[in-house]
């Protein structure tokens, strides 16, 4: 019996780049999807530039899908602790094209392109939507996910 591909997830919040780089390694990961609507940070090495930098130096690959990130107003009401807010306006953002089309692509590289991960800034994926991109592919393509944490400040 085959066993089940993995997608793992990550957040970066209260976390150094390298302790983030050290747990996707460590995880066997060979792709990490930035699904943030914008892949900037002030946070040093998570800026879309500097963290596909750090990725690259360990032989992990990157690619950014925008259209998967959170709306500005469900940004908000994340922030703000309000999941089921963040829930109505993610799922109702999952409609659009361009996020139909990234959930397909991600998809097909989660089933041929080794071990993926997906990061967002929330430390904790209950509290971020990337738990929701997670689920949906968990139940497309019957992967396993597996939420990563790396050691905070």
Do not use: W
């Amino acid at each position: 019996m085959a066993r089940a591909k993995k997608l793992f997830t990550i957040g970066y919040e209260q976390t150094p780049a390298k302790a983030v780089l050290d747990e996707l390694q460590r995880a066997g990961v060979k792709l990490l999807v930035d699904v943030r609507a914008v892949a900037s940070s002030r946070r040093p090495g998570f800026s879309k530039s500097q963290l596909a930098a750090g990725l690259d130096e360990r032989g992990i690959s990157y690619i950014h899908l925008r259209g998967l990130g959170t709306p500005k107003d469900g940004r908000l009401a994340a922030r703000s602790g309000d999941m089921k807010a963040l829930s109505k306006i993610y799922h109702a953002h999952l409609k659009t094209p361009q996020a139909r089309g990234e959930m397909d692509e991600l998809a097909a590289l989660v089933m041929k392109a080794g071990p993926v991960c997906i990061l967002c800034y929330e430390r904790d994926h209950n509290a971020c939507h990337r738990k929701f991109i997670a689920e949906i592919i968990e139940d497309r393509e019957a992967v396993k996910i597996e939420d990563l944490v790396a050691p905070q400040i």
